[in-house]
């Protein structure tokens, strides 16, 4: 049955008055509430699996601040550690101990990378990484994959063009379409497309970048011969291949997406979770492509607020929780029971919807179709996210706003906790089907 809507009077307050500071009322666009009902929530406070938005109404959060939170809002000791870190003051732009200790805790139990640079996002990172690819190869172009996002760079925000291989069409105003030209763009899940790639563009491709598992448009599971493949063919080429485990990294596991592959890219690019809420990136490669940075080599790259200590703070306090005996299997095992209920309930039903799951993410796709590319997704079908997303906010379950979006599971969505939801989420899968 459909509910009734929730008390949203002093989140639209708060939208009007922002829409007048900030373009669309926000300051990151997947904020916006654009392909759902309503105006966005402002969230007021945050604690374990729980988020209050302005009005008071409590959600059990599955956004998780779109995936840094894999312990929840507002946990003791990341929070015990930020407030220590606070005391000493919030930046110096010198060095500090606690960039060597982050950097030490991640190092001694990531073996994919031998050195590393702190930034402050994952954007950051991924430009970075890409810059390092290029100067370190000498060549200009890079392959992207369509449904991939890595952060809002220029030479990124690249969409395919017609055909099976294309230079890649700016996907935003304010690109010019001489730096498009340098990005290719392949769908994913397509051996010929790459291989057709390296043909026609032989010895200039600088990397090939792919999401460890790609998260950000639906949830685009590869298989193991695919990037085994793609580790070959960049191999054969002297083309670096550059794994974007913003999300992926220290989710999946420790050691992210490489880890679950087995596979060894030579960057490695890290956000989100890294942080503990912070704003953090991190990328990293051997010791040797990573000499190529200056002040060591002649690529340039800084930043005024790299390895702030406040961050740096958050990111040991939550990594070290993450090193945990069994901190992955319990979140993983947690997330397949509860995937794996709710596809039950679907497949019971007859509601056509497959659940996509890997690690502590999931994914809702309103298909039973094999979805392995962009391309699958059929648009059409976010009309019936739209309307789980206004139900499920009705019962107090907050999903990102967009049904292209993944969610995530932390370690505070007890299993009590989950239970209530799945009750709620059947309930909207209820009223969306019945209309
Ligand atoms: C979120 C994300 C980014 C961008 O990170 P920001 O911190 O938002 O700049 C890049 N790559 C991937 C795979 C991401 O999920």
């Given amino acids: 049955m459909i509910k009734e809507d929730i008390s949203r009077e002093k989140s639209a307050e708060l939208y009007e008055k922002a829409r007048q500071y900030f373009p669309g009322g926000v300051n990151s666009p997947v904020r916006a509430f654009k392909s759902v009902f309503g105006t966005p929530l402002f969230i007021r406070k945050g604690d374990g699996c729980y988020l209050w938005d302005a009005d008071g109404n409590q959600f059990i959060d599955f956004c998780c601040s779109w995936g840094p939170l894999i312990l929840g809002h507002n946990h003791p000791s990341v929070r015990e550690s930020v407030v220590q870190a606070i005391q000493n003051g919030m930046s110096f732009g010198a060095p500090t101990m606690l960039e060597n200790q982050l950097a030490e805790l991640i190092l001694t139990h990531n073996k994919l990378v031998e050195k590393i640079r702190f930034v402050s996002s994952g954007t950051e990172a991924v430009m970075s990484a890409i810059r390092l690819a290029r100067g370190y190869t000498g060549r200009d172009k890079i392959l992207k994959f369509e449904g991939c996002y890595h952060g809002h760079a220029d030479s990124l925000l690249v969409k395919a063009g017609s055909g099976l291989v294309t230079l890649g069409e700016t996907s935003s105003a304010g690109i010019p379409a001489a730096f498009a030209n340098e990005t290719i763009v392949a769908p994913l ?19 090939v970048i792919i999401e460890g598992i790609p998260a950000n448009n639906g949830l685009l599971i590869q298989d193991k011969d695919y990037i085994d493949f793609l580790r070959e ?13 913003v999300i992926t990294g220290f989710r999946l596991g420790f050691e992210g997406a490489a880890a679950y592959y087995d596979i060894r890219p030579d960057i490695l690019t890290y956000g989100k979770i890294i942080g503990g809420g912070m704003p953090v990136g991190m990328y990293g490669a ?6 190529s940075i200056s002040p060591e080599g002649p690529v340039y790259q800084a930043g005024t607020l790299s390895g702030n200590p406040v961050a740096m703070a958050a990111g040991l306090a939550q990594l070290s929780e993450l090193l945990q005996p069994g901190f992955y299997d319990e979140l993983n095992r947690k997330t397949a029971g509860f995937t794996g ?3 039950s309930f679907l497949t019971e039903r007859g509601y056509p919807c497959k659940l996509y799951v890997i690690g502590s993410i999931f994914w809702i796709a309103f298909s039973e179709l094999e979805i392995k590319k962009a391309g699958d997704i059929d648009p059409a079908s976010m009309e019936r996210f739209r309307v789980l997303h206004r139900e499920l906010l009705n019962r107090g379950v907050y999903f990102g706003p967009s049904g292209y979006e993944v969610g995530f599971i932390s370690a505070a969505h007890t299993p009590a906790v989950l239970e209530t939801a799945k009750q709620a989420i059947f309930d909207s899968f209820d009223v969306v089907f019945s209309s």
Avoid: C, W, Y
């Avoid at 899940?189 to 491709?205: C, L, M, W, Y």
């Avoid at 063919?233 to 485990?245: H, M, Q, V």
């Avoid at 051997?286 to 000499?291: F, G, L, P, T």
């Fill in 233 to 245: 063919i960049t191999s054969a080429n002297g083309t670096l291949l550059i794994f974007d485990e």
């Fill in 286 to 291: 051997s010791a040797a492509i990573m000499s």
């Fill in 189 to 207: 899940n397509d051996r010929e497309a790459v291989q057709e790639a390296f043909h026609t563009f032989s010895g200039q491709i600088a990397a």
């Fill in 341 to 343: 209920s709710i596809q």
